[in-house]
């Protein structure tokens, strides 16, 4: 699975709901995704880092907030603090290339999701729930992140995406600790996080070194080696004065 992570880290995407109208000559994949303003969007599978987008929702600038490493790759301490005003979500999304391929990936992904601080136990099971609709990898998502092509130009497959987006804070938020405002009180929160694949997955995307240059020419495979855990730290402010 550390290999998969790799291949989600260097194809994060963000997003929020809004409505828009299917693709002609492609299977309805639902409305394309937008990401809110003032929310920290938290890599599940990460290390603390978050994101979040600021300016035109239509037409955002994307804000990192990293963990911190030192010069020799170890890690040092959490991302800059989480606002207290924003709302907070986790996120996990996986990109490629063809409609039935991205949508029958949920069923082949397992992964549960614990915040003890913020009284958040998922389970395998009750975290089927929060995985999103299929979306096509529009111009949009093209803008704000990069292009996503197949490894074979001529098969003439379009792009979608897949997203696991439970919010802890809001109106549906799962944390049970929140404020009258409805989000996260300060502090330090400790994630612990799983995921299992539980069968080979072959990937239809094209792999590029450094410079762009093609590493495949077919599709290449995923493959099931037992469940892979990490845990983490995010923090939120305290309010200014």
């Known amino acids: 699975m550390k290999r998969l992570l790799v291949a989600f880290l260097l194809a994060m995407a963000l997003v929020g709901l809004t409505a828009a109208p299917a693709v002609a000559g492609a299977p309805w994949a639902g409305p394309p995704f937008r990401a ?9 599978y990460g290390d603390g880092t978050w994101y979040e987008l600021q ?16 010069e020799e790759g170890n890690y040092v301490g959490p991302a ?9 979500v986790m996120q996990f999304s996986w990109k490629n290339i063809s409609y039935g391929l991205v949508k029958t990936f949920p069923l082949a992904f397992d992964l549960k999701l614990s915040i003890p601080e913020a009284g958040v136990d998922m389970s395998y099971e009750s975290a089927k729930a ?22 074979n130009p001529h098969i003439g497959a379009k792009v979608y995406a897949v997203r696991w987006f439970p919010p802890l804070t809001g109106e549906d938020g799962i944390a049970n600790n929140l404020n009258d405002d409805l989000k996260l009180p300060p502090g330090t929160y400790t994630v612990h996080y799983s995921e299992n694949l539980r069968r080979t997955y072959m990937n239809m995307d094209l792999l590029t070194d450094e410079l762009g240059n093609p590493l495949n020419k077919s599709p290449y495979r995923s493959t099931p080696e037992g469940e892979w855990s990490t845990s983490y730290t995010f923090v939120v402010a305290e309010p200014q004065p």
């Open 130 to 151: 929060y995985w999103m609709g299929v979306s096509l990898w529009d111009e949009y998502m093209i803008k704000l992140m990069w292009p996503i092509e197949p490894f």
């Open 55 to 70: 300016g035109d929702v239509n037409d955002p600038i994307g804000i990192w907030h990293f963990a911190a490493y030192d």
């Open 80 to 88: 800059d603090p989480i606002p207290p005003d924003y709302d907070v």
């Open 36 to 44: 809110a303003l003032n929310t920290a969007y938290i890599f599940s």
